[in-house]
Structures are given as structure tokens and as C-alpha cells.
């Protein structure tokens, strides 16, 4: 596990993080780039998370109060995985609790074909914005299963959105098997 105890404080690694993110150097921004191994549900936002818990009629719950979340911002802010609970060090229980909070909210929200489209045409569009024209992506179809979606709920939406990513935005994925929404991982991925 990694050591956040002894990293830098929290500000300064929220601070290092906006950092690169706003990275605005042309070379970097022109060479092609690949994605090699990228869990999807990873990449879940609160913002999608609202999306499609209100296209889908459901409360997501906040998982430290167990009372439901009342707003997009109340979502937001309990995302930023870089806010310490309590001073301004994380240790390494909170990071981890903080994560996967967020990791496996998502399974919960994730419901319908448009959501699984939606949610890696997200992923796409964004990669795309950074040149990547080769991506990986994993997914854990347990964690989708145990929320009641069908296998052919969620492949359905993701082959329909890496068909679309490879035409339309020009991001490709692997040609070699297994590349049904590419890696399949189960629990230790």
C-alpha cells in the first residue's frame, strides 16, 4: 500500500495535481498516447453519478452519514479524495476508505445501456482531448452484477461506446482477444 502518511501535505498534493492537469505544453498536448490499463468505473464523477441517479429515479446514500446525498455540490464534495477529514494529513486508512467510497459508489448509479455508454463515451471524449489513440480499459463485471445489472446491460453500452470512440474520435481499442470492453477483471484485477 502506498505510504500517504509521509507524502506531501495535502494542499500541496491537491496543489501538484492542478498543476499537471493544467499542463498546457503544445508538444505534450500533440503526441499520440496510450491508455494501457484503465479501470472504468475509476473514472466515475460525482457529476455522472447525479446524472444518473436523477435519469434513474434513485438516492445515492452517503456511505459515512447513511443519509442520502441532497445536492450535486454535497456529491461533489465528498469526491474530492484529497480533502482530509479531519487536519490537513490524510493517513493511509482514510485515502484508502476515501477511494473506494467513491470506487464502488458508482456500481450503485450504473443501471440502463445509456448509462454504460454514457459513462465511457466520457471516458473517451477525454482521452480523445488528450490524444490518446490507443486505450486498454477494465472493468469489474462482479461489482455491476451484484447491483442487478444484466452482462448484457452493461457490454451492450460499452461496445456500442467504443464502436463510436474508434469512429467517430478516432481512440482504438485492442484488436487482439479478449477484446469484448477489452479486459475483464474479477475482484483482484
Not at 84 to 93: A, H, L, Q
Not at 95 to 122: I, P
Not at 165 to 173: D, M, Y
Request: hydrophobic share 35%.
Amino acid at each position: 500500500m502506498t505510504d500517504v502518511e509521509n507524502a506531501l501535505p495535502v494542499a500541496e498534493r491537491a496543489d501538484l495535481r492542478r498543476s499537471i492537469a493544467s499542463t498546457n505544453d503544445a508538444y505534450i498536448k500533440a503526441i499520440p498516447k496510450v491508455e494501457l490499463h484503465i479501470h472504468i468505473e475509476g473514472i466515475i464523477s460525482a457529476d455522472l453519478k447525479w446524472k444518473f441517479s436523477q435519469r434513474n429515479g434513485q438516492t445515492i446514500i452517503n456511505p459515512r452519514t447513511g443519509l442520502p446525498f441532497t445536492s450535486l455540490d454535497e456529491l461533489r464534495d465528498s469526491h474530492d479524495t484529497l480533502k482530509p477529514r479531519k487536519g490537513n494529513r490524510m493517513d493511509n486508512t482514510e485515502e484508502t476508505l476515501s477511494f473506494f467510497e467513491a470506487y464502488y459508489g458508482g456500481f450503485e448509479v450504473l443501471k440502463t445501456q445509456q448509462d454504460y455508454y454514457d459513462l465511457a463515451m466520457a471516458y473517451y471524449e477525454r482521452a480523445d482531448e488528450m490524444n490518446v489513440r490507443y486505450a486498454e480499459i477494465f472493468f469489474d463485471p462482479q461489482g455491476h452484477t451484484r447491483v442487478g445489472t444484466s452482462w448484457e446491460t452493461m457490454m451492450q453500452g460499452f461496445r456500442e461506446a467504443t464502436w463510436d470512440a474508434e469512429q467517430i474520435l478516432n481512440v482504438s481499442p485492442p484488436r487482439e482477444p479478449p477484446s469484448d470492453f477489452q479486459e475483464i477483471c474479477f475482484a483482484d484485477c
